[in-house]
């Protein structure tokens, strides 16, 4: 396989087995073309090659370094795509008919419902994501096992249920830790969610979802890093080594390196198995 692309976040899915599956979108520029499968490089040893090329994922605009994920600076300034309310869900407010940066981009991703959920990366943390974002949302931070808490019917309100627990567990994923697969957290995820569910505020309560599934995922790995070794494709060009592994948005291979995949968005490259 060889292709030209200039990169976005892997898609993933789940497969039968509950095993990972990732497809990387090829884009030229702005313009998707098809996908191809990442699982399918796994045991085999690739090159990536950086162009020197990087294109604002928003505007297609050449640019130096990327701010977000793959948005040039001014794209930073106004995208929806970096508002504030992405990483803080509680300060939207298109529901009260208020945008903070594009209406019809809001109405579209914030005002519809969305889950408050409970993962196990390394850890257990609180999450919010639209429902539409399930499975996806959990494979990308690389969750192995994952509930619904609460179902809320806009995002502001899943971000109110976060915040109320923040002071009690995490929000953040320990990334190191996750690409080790160390579990420094094996209680139950469903006890946990009917002990963090009567902390909530009884106005939040009303929100606590009845489904008790509890989501399991097992990512496309030989070998897991002992110790994570990061590379940036800024300061290699080129780069060649063995995959042995994909989890969260990160490629993993030999020697414990890792590549994030999402970090590099609108960065042009060359890809080819060897």
């Not at 249920?161 to 139950?188: F, G, H, P, R, Y």
């Not at 009303?206 to 399991?216: C, G, K, N, R």
């Not at 390196?257 to 970090?263: E, H, P």
Request: proline content about 4%; some cysteine.
């Amino acid at each position: 396989m060889e292709i030209t692309t200039n990169l976005r976040k892997m898609r993933t899915s789940l497969d039968d087995a509950h095993t990972a599956q990732y497809l990387l979108p090829v884009y030229d520029n702005l313009d998707y073309s098809h996908e191809v499968s990442i699982n399918s490089l796994i045991g085999q040893r690739i090159q990536i090659t950086f162009q020197g090329q990087i294109n604002c994922v928003e505007s297609g605009k050449s640019i130096k370094k990327t701010f977000g994920e793959g948005l040039s600076y001014e794209a930073f300034l106004r995208s929806p795509l970096a508002s504030p309310s992405i990483i803080r869900p509680e300060l939207s407010r298109i529901h009260e008919g208020i945008a903070l940066r594009d209406e019809a981009w809001e109405r579209a991703h914030h005002l519809t419902p969305h889950y408050v959920y409970l993962s196990r990366t390394s850890h257990i943390k609180v999450g919010v994501t639209r429902t539409t974002n399930v499975p996806s949302r959990w494979i990308d931070q690389g969750a192995i096992e994952a509930i619904i808490l609460a179902e809320t019917p806009y995002r502001q309100l899943a971000g109110l249920i976060e915040v109320a627990l923040k002071d009690t567990m995490s929000d953040k994923t320990a990334w190191q830790a996750m690409l080790k697969n160390t579990i420094q957290d094996t209680s139950s995820l469903k006890h946990k969610k009917h002990e963090v569910a009567d902390v909530l505020p009884m106005e939040l309560q009303d929100y606590i979802s009845d489904d008790d599934t509890l989501t399991t995922i097992q990512y496309p790995v030989l070998a897991y890093p002992s110790k994570v070794k990061s590379i940036k494709l800024d300061d290699l060009k080129t780069y060649e080594n063995k995959l042995v592994g994909i989890k969260g948005q990160y490629l993993l291979f030999e020697q414990d390196q890792v590549l994030n995949v999402r970090a590099h968005a609108g960065y042009r490259i060359d890809l080819k198995q060897l």
